[in-house]
């Protein structure tokens, strides 16, 4: 077992064994770090004990030595060093208050989940806070990451975000190994953008893919969807070289361009001629974009920003547009300079 600073995290509690918990524990526990995974279905815990893989979600990887399934969260909750969540973000807030009253004072919370607090638009960081106080440190994980290739361990790079320096350090040393790389940023807004709003955009490039429309419009709208979520950063207030980052343009890069994306799995479907809900249930997994979509127009409607793709992409889950219209609707929009005059 190690003795390095990361050991003041262990036993790490992970909150949700799906593809991206179960792999960030797989990830952890590659390193001999003593890591816990708890999902809330009881029986894919016991198939998990028995078999020492998650065939479910990553099918064929096997559990390191050091990772155990526990069943008690409660108990759990009062011994862990540390918890990290990786629940879909309408799950989020759920998760948070499990954990609210058995959670001793002081223990670092940490989070993999990307999206925004359904109804309330809120970030995860504002509702992690206003359900924990200040008693915990808050760290959000990020970046261009398929939990099958992390668990096949391929080579791959993360962002950990938190105010808390020296949790920061800690979570990303210990999630560090020969396959997987972590850094650290101090932007945790920028980064909660990022991960929030690529989900949205890798819904359009996938319509746009599915339609036939091509590699040009799929470059155009990746490079439009970065100025839109810049325009969004800078009027939150998070850095704009966070979106240059692994948490902006490396994660819309990977969500938008690879098949693996669920977010551009839905699009894709909807671009052949599926319905939203036909798409929704051909894809049947978690799809974070469909959920912020909404939040995240409504937050630039606002500020009084132009989102453009978000709001066609709105149009096209939410009110029946068809995709083809939409994409006039973004091609005949007025004639404008590509950027603002400095
Ligand atoms: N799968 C991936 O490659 C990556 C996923 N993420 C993010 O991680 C989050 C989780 O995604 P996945 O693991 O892929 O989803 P998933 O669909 O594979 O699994 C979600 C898990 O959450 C559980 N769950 C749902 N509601 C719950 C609740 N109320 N309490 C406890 N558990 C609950 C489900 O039972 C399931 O096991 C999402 O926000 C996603 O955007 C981030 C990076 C990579
Ligand atoms: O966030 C992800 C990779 O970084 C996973 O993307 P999807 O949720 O679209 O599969």
Redesign the pocket.
């Known amino acids: 077992m190690r003795t390095d600073v990361t050991e003041a995290l262990f036993p790490t509690l992970v909150?949700?064994?799906?593809?991206?918990?179960t792999a960030l524990a797989m990830a952890l526990a590659r390193n001999d770090h003593k890591v816990w995974l708890w999902?809330?279905?009881d029986a894919q815990r016991q198939a998990m004990r028995e078999q020492r893989r998650n065939d479910e979600?990553l099918p064929g990887q096997v559990f390191p030595d050091s990772l155990d399934i526990v069943d008690d969260l409660q108990q759990a909750l009062t011994q862990c060093k540390h918890v990290m969540i990786?629940?879909?973000?309408h799950?989020f807030a759920?998760?948070l208050s499990m954990l609210v009253q058995h959670l001793p004072a002081g223990v670092p919370v940490s989070w993999?989940?990307?999206?925004l607090t359904p109804h309330t638009g809120a970030f995860l960081y504002d509702t992690a806070r206003e359900t924990l106080g200040d008693q915990h440190p808050l760290a959000v994980i990020s970046g261009p990451?398929?939990?099958a290739e992390v668990a096949r361990n391929l080579p791959t790079a993360l962002t950990v975000a938190s105010e808390n320096d020296d949790f920061a350090v800690q979570l990303a040393q210990s999630l560090h190994g020969p396959t997987l790389r972590a850094y650290t940023s101090h932007d945790v807004l920028g980064v909660q953008v990022g991960g929030t709003v690529k989900n949205v955009l890798a819904i359009a490039a996938g319509i746009s893919d599915g339609l036939g429309y091509g590699a040009n419009a799929r470059a155009a709208l990746l490079t439009r969807g970065m100025a839109e979520i810049l325009r969004l950063a800078a009027i939150l207030g998070a850095q704009p070289e966070t979106m240059f980052g692994l948490s902006g343009i490396g994660d819309l890069i990977l969500t938008c361009t690879d098949d693996q994306s669920r977010n551009r799995q839905l699009g894709l479907a909807i671009g052949r001629g599926l319905s939203v809900d036909e798409a929704v249930r051909h894809v049947g997994?978690?799809v974070?974009g469909m959920h912020a979509a909404r939040e995240v127009l409504l937050r630039a409607q606002k500020a009084n920003i132009e989102m453009p793709i978000v709001e066609q992409v709105c149009k096209i889950l939410f009110e029946g547009y068809d995709p083809r219209e939409s994409v006039q609707a973004l091609l005949c929009r007025e004639q404008k300079a590509e950027l603002s005059r400095p």
């Open positions: 909150i949700g064994a799906g593809a991206w918990g999902g809330r279905n979600y990786s629940v879909p973000s799950a759920e998760a993999a989940t990307k999206g990451s398929f939990a997994k978690t974070e």
